[in-house]
Each structure stands twice: as C-alpha cells, then as structure tokens.
C-alpha cells in the first residue's frame, strides 16, 4: 500500500514537500512516480524516479519539481517549488515494477490514494 500525505494550501511561488510512505511490502525494486488530476482534467504524470534512481519529470514541473526516494525507509518526496496555480491538483503516489514508459500510468500497478494542493494566486 502506497500512502501520500503533504499537500496543503499554499500561495503561488511558495513550495511545498509531499510524501509517499510504502507499506507491506518493499518498494526498493519498483519505478516510484507522481501523477497529479487537476479540476476538470485528466490524470497526469508529474515526475518518477527508477529503482536505480534515474528521474524524470513532465516539462511542466521541470526545474521547480524535485522527486527522491528513501529505500532504507520506504519513502518518496516531491519537493515543489516555485508553485503556480495550475499545479493545484491532487497528487498521486504510484509504484510499478515494469521498466521504462514512465508516464505510462496504466503499467503502474499501486497506487496511493492522493493529497491535495492546492495554489492560491
């Protein structure tokens, strides 16, 4: 089970740091990713980071988003900054053993059940 927490009300241009806590078993094998569904959008892929730790991120979040993982504690964080309000949404935690296509969320295989931010302008 994936659990996110961290989301918040925070003004445009201040940050904010989420976190995704793994239980029941370890995640230190699996690709580890962020998706986020704004209001009225589609779900989206936001940034992920490989068992290897490779990351990659959407260009939306580039240079603002840093995505990292605590295998010894079976963590990930985004840490967000420089928010914009079109980054309110609420964010996902997911896990998926399968390499590569990383914004692809239908190979992730868990999935947290979300936390919202939300940027006010």
């Known amino acids: 089970q994936l659990q996110a927490s961290g989301g918040g009300l925070v003004q445009a241009g201040g940050s904010l740091r989420l976190s995704c806590a793994a239980s029941?078993?370890?995640?230190?094998?699996?690709?580890m990713a962020w998706f986020r569904q704004g209001p009225g959008k589609e779900r989206e892929f936001v940034a992920a980071?490989?068992?290897?730790?490779?990351?990659y991120y959407a260009d939306s979040v580039k240079g603002r988003f840093t995505i990292s993982r605590d295998n010894a504690k079976n963590m990930v964080y985004l840490q967000m900054n420089s928010l914009k309000s079109e980054d309110t949404a609420v964010y996902y935690c997911a896990a998926k053993l399968q390499p590569n296509s990383y914004a692809n969320e239908r190979l992730y295989n868990y999935w947290g059940q979300g936390t919202l931010v939300t940027v006010s302008s």
């Open positions: 980071v490989t068992w290897s730790r490779s990351t």
């Open positions: 029941g078993r370890t995640f230190s094998s699996h690709d």
